[in-house]
């Protein structure tokens, strides 16, 4: 589209930050997210790691399990409620009336998003280290990449899935249809390759397993990204579909019913 | 096309699926005056401002808005142009005076926030969180975000709707102060009265046609729905009504007659149509 400014107009990068500066200051005003988004994975990892205590292999699995499932909430279902919110509400359609580039209200968004992944990885990777003595982790620029690699697939499949939620009432439903199953399968809560062959199968052609694998990989086995490049390839191919379905299928506004 | 037009819009249609809600007007909108576009419910207001301000696009016509094709969506277009949409949302844990910050600093040339909540009547309000606020501050908020980037030309579809006669007094100077600091405004209404108090010009429109366009004062004589209505009482009381195009010609008759008669012709009176008579007329479903 044309983005012709006007002397004096805004910058792209400055608005995109004012955005971005205005989500995080909402974020910590709403009590409900902000306790739900912290409280809610350290919750499961004391759950877990109370009932694997004596056992540090399995706790070895739930540290980066619970990592993949923050990088899912923090970005897939976060993003498919507050984009249907913001749709429903007319919030989308407001924004659009003024001269704020798309783009950098879409950045100041995700943003807010990416910013709650990284907080969340690193309150789990310290939780881990301090009370269930799962090492440092081994391989932080791995831990980078599938971090980033992560939050690009499912920040982008969740707008993809706000696109076919009908209303905000019924956004949790669509999104705990995906999301439950997907955490159950994909080795959140215990080594993936034990589950039965025919989910591990469905696991493997879905994205998070490979996050987890990766995840695994870079703060506990200490493998290298060499050894995740079909995994990764996963991701990737799911970040392509996620981010043209989020484009094309995007709107402004509610769709009359 | 001419520069002395805030807006040009020649032979717009558009449609949704087989419903044609828009079919084929033209109107323009001189710089500096207030454009109302009044219609019942379903008429296709919302449909053509919509369009104006790019949120739609058309299916068939041309427009202009301050020298651009809006479905361009131009970043100076949307520097230049305020909004108050028919409804819509806003944040919810920000306070007015935040939002309101927000938002002028999206503009190149914003006006004060604080003379923005003035004028708008938010004064008071500016630390309450938006989630607070009644619906007819709501409202008056809407028009705040509309103004703060100080636009040249400001959209309002139905902003007084819901609003109590005093809110509504309220809303209307806060328009007239836009027309006195030279703004353009195109303001749809469903209500008469608003029309007539605001509008330099109104365009009635019904079914997505213009039917009738011109000063509210005017639009009674001049267009089709042209005539003149004599009453008096007769002897007995009753009242009597005619309409005619020619009250000359009928107040002779009426007059000779009764003076022939020795009678008085009671509460005799010859006015013209007001623009209600003819939006009633227009509007009503024949
Ligand atoms: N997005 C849409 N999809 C389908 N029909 C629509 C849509 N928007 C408006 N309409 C229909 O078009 C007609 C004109 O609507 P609208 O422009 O909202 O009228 P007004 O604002 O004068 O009340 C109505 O019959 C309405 O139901
Ligand atoms: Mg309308």
Redesign the interface.
Known sequence: ??????????SFAS?AW?QYR?ER??FW??PSSAFFNFALPLLFLALFGAIFSSNQKNLDVIVPGIAGMSVLSTTFSALAYNMTFMRE???L??M??????SGAYLLGIAGNAITNTALQIVLITCAGKVFFGVDWPKDVGELLVFVVLGVLCFASLGVALSHVIPNYESASAYVNAIFLPVIIISGVFYDANHAPRFLNGIAQALPLVHLIDGLSGAMVKGTGLSDHLSGLGVIVAWTVMGMFLAVRGFS??QRRS | MSTEKAIEVRGLRKSYGDLEAVRAIDFSVRRGEIFGLLGPNGAGKTTTVEIL???RDRSDGEVRVLGHDPQ?????L??R?G?V?Q????????TVR?VLA??A?????PRDVDEVMELTGLGGKEDARTRTLSGGQLRRLDFA?ALV?DPELIFLDEPTTGFDPAARRGAWDTVRSLKALGKTVVLTTHYLDEAQALADRVAIIKDGRILVEGAPSELGAGTGAAYYRVSWRNGDGLLNQRETDDPTRLLHELTSDALARGQVLESLSVTRPTLEDVYLQLTADA
């Open positions: 589209m044309p983005e012709s400014r006007s002397l004096g107009s805004p608005l004012r205005l200051k909402m005003r709403n509400q007319g919030i359609k407001r659009r009336g003024t001269p704020m580039p402004w506004e | 301000e790019g949120y361009q969506r131009s970043r100076d949307r520097e142009v909004i949409l409804s819509t949302g806003i944040y919810r844990h920000v935040e927000h938002f600093g999206l503009y190149p040339h975000l980037g």
